[in-house]
């Protein structure tokens, strides 16, 4: 699967799952195996959408439309695939993303509205790729939400939606991850970060192989 075109992978879950923690960790252990590994993230992981990440996740909650902020993700994605993503697996790379498409079918597209089939438009439209690999760590929200206050931080924009969003996040990745369960593995985020990285790195493993 990583050969000539590289190896796509994300994290979802809600906020305060571990995505960060086990990004880190899973492109620290690949480097130490030797492959070539571009750890990003999103909202960001190119200078223009690093840039757009602050329009959308700082200031007044209220400053966009839902659907002027499904734009505004999109486009952010949009560049940080042209300048970022496809170039690193045109070369071959490992790309580890933390967070990606996923998220915005959950946070924008079910969380004022049913805005699903937007994004889905807008998904097929612009960005048109999935990835090959996608961890979803699985949490209980009020766990997660307090794992997430605990950061210090001007980024609350979604955290500050409350422990009923969180849920209805929870709830919503699981189903994702029914719906294209080819490229989705569900790992249990109440355990240990060790046990969860040692889970990980085996799956990834086996789709590098
Ligand atoms: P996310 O990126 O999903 O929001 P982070 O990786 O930033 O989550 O983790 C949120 C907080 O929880 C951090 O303070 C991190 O150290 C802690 N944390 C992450 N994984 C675990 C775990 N398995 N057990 C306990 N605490 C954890
Ligand atoms: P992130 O930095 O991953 O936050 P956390 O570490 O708390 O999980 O993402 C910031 C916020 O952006 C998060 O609350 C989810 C939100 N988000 C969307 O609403 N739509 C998107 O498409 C993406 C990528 C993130």
Redesign the pocket.
């Known amino acids: 699967m990583s050969g000539r075109h590289g190896l796509f992978l994300t994290f979802e879950g809600i906020?305060?799952s571990g995505?960060?923690t086990q990004a880190k960790r899973l492109a620290s252990a690949l480097q130490s195996a030797g492959h070539d590994v571009v750890l990003t993230?999103?909202?960001g992981g190119s200078p223009g959408a690093e840039e757009i990440r602050r329009l959308v996740?700082e200031g007044d909650p209220d400053r966009w439309s839902a659907e002027t902020e499904i734009l505004l993700?999109t486009a952010a994605r949009r560049d940080h695939l042209e300048r970022t993503i496809l170039p690193a697996l045109g070369a071959g790379k490992v790309v580890i993303c933390?967070?990606?498409a996923d998220?915005?079918r959950m946070?924008?597209g079910l969380s004022r509205g049913d805005l699903r089939p937007v994004v889905d438009q807008l998904h097929s439209l612009m960005i048109g790729r999935e990835p090959d690999l996608t961890l979803l760590i699985d949490m209980d929200p009020e766990i997660g939400l307090s794992r997430?206050k605990g950061r210090q931080g001007t980024?609350e924009?979604?955290?500050d939606f409350g422990v009923d969003l969180q849920r209805k996040m929870r709830t919503g990745f699981l189903s994702l991850a029914d719906e294209f369960s080819q490229r989705f593995r569900v790992i249990d985020g109440a355990q240990p970060m060790d046990a969860i990285a040692a889970e990980i790195l085996s799956l990834v493993t086996g789709a590098l192989e």
């Open positions: 906020d305060g995505k960060s993230r999103e909202p996740l993700f933390d967070r990606f998220s915005t946070y924008q997430a980024e924009r979604f955290e």
